[in-house]
């Protein structure tokens, strides 16, 4: 397990504390669409953190081309259609190129800010010129007002239940998803960053805003400087 990362409930528990079953229940909302609108037809998407492919599929339904890396071996064994790697992100080297390279999941605000710098670094290293880099970034209230939940139509809930801060900017983030046979956990450490300073650590990396594709600031196309 990563410092700081604990996950329990049933079965295979990742580094970061993400239960694979779980994740293979999640439902797949409107970050599909939004990728789709904002990167040309047919584009060739690394998609790093890509889990069990809960994007990754609906990507290749649109006729995407999807390379999935995720440091769970467990998770990529639910990938299907996509070429996958095992690989931590920040270690990732493939001497290639692709049109978009995709950060979700809230992995641009790591704890850890050696980590979050390899991240980057690694979208730096793998988007191609005049390619993109798809960011997406926890909302504004993400740490505060807790806790909260959200009861979703399939009939299961999301519980952020507290974020306790552990120095340096980082939180101990605590989230619950209930479903009626099961109770995943998952806790993890996380960093808050205003929008200057996710800017900041985009232009640190060689990076810099193109457009904010969602009203709430939470998924980014970014470009090489």
């Given at each position: 397990?990563?410092?700081?990362?604990?996950?329990?409930?049933?079965?295979?528990?990742?580094?970061?504390?993400c239960?694979?079953?779980?994740?293979?229940?999640?439902?797949?909302?409107?970050?599909?669409?939004?990728?789709?609108?904002?990167?040309?037809?047919?584009a060739?998407?690394?998609?790093?953190?890509?889990?069990?492919?809960?994007m990754?599929?609906?990507?290749?339904?649109?006729?995407?081309?999807?390379?999935?890396?995720?440091?769970?071996?467990?998770?990529?064994?639910?990938?299907?259609?996509?070429?996958?790697?095992?690989?931590?992100?920040?270690?990732?080297d493939?001497?290639?190129?692709?049109?978009?390279?995709?950060?979700?999941?809230?992995?641009?605000?790591a704890?850890?800010?050696?980590?979050?710098?390899?991240?980057?670094?690694?979208?730096?290293?793998?988007?191609?010129?005049?390619?993109y880099?798809?960011?997406?970034?926890?909302?504004?209230?993400?740490?505060?007002?807790?806790?909260?939940?959200?009861?979703?139509?399939?009939?299961?809930?999301?519980?952020?239940?507290?974020?306790?801060?552990?120095?340096d900017?980082?939180?101990?983030?605590?989230?619950?998803?209930?479903?009626?046979?099961?109770?995943?956990?998952?806790?993890?450490?996380?960093?808050?960053?205003?929008?200057?300073?996710?800017?900041?650590?985009?232009?640190?990396?060689?990076?810099?805003?193109?457009?904010?594709?969602?009203?709430?600031?939470?998924?980014?196309?970014?470009?090489?400087?």
């Open positions: 397990m990563r410092e700081g990362y604990q996950g329990t409930g049933p079965g295979a528990i990742t580094p970061d504390g239960a694979v079953e779980l994740y293979s229940r999640l439902p797949v909302r409107d970050e599909p669409d939004i990728i789709a609108a904002a990167v040309p037809a047919g060739r998407i690394l998609e790093l953190g890509s889990g069990v492919g809960r990754t599929h609906p990507l290749l339904e649109r006729g995407f081309t999807v390379t999935a890396v995720d440091e769970s071996a467990d998770m990529l064994d639910r990938v299907r259609g996509a070429r996958t790697v095992c690989s931590p992100i920040e270690d990732l493939l001497d290639e190129t692709f049109d978009v390279v995709m950060l979700a999941s809230f992995l641009v605000h704890g850890d800010q050696e980590v979050r710098r390899g991240m980057l670094r690694t979208c730096v290293r793998h988007v191609a010129e005049g390619g880099v798809l960011i997406q970034r926890e909302g504004e209230d993400y740490h505060t007002d807790l806790p909260r939940e959200r009861v979703d139509p399939s009939g299961f809930t999301t519980r952020i239940l507290s974020a306790e801060p552990v120095g900017g980082v939180d101990s983030v605590r989230a619950e998803y209930v479903f009626p046979d099961a109770i995943w956990t998952q806790t993890f450490r996380s960093r808050s960053l205003t929008k200057e300073q996710f800017e900041e650590a985009l232009a640190e990396a060689g990076l810099r805003v193109d457009r904010y594709l969602t009203g709430d600031g939470t998924w980014v196309r970014a470009v090489k400087r």
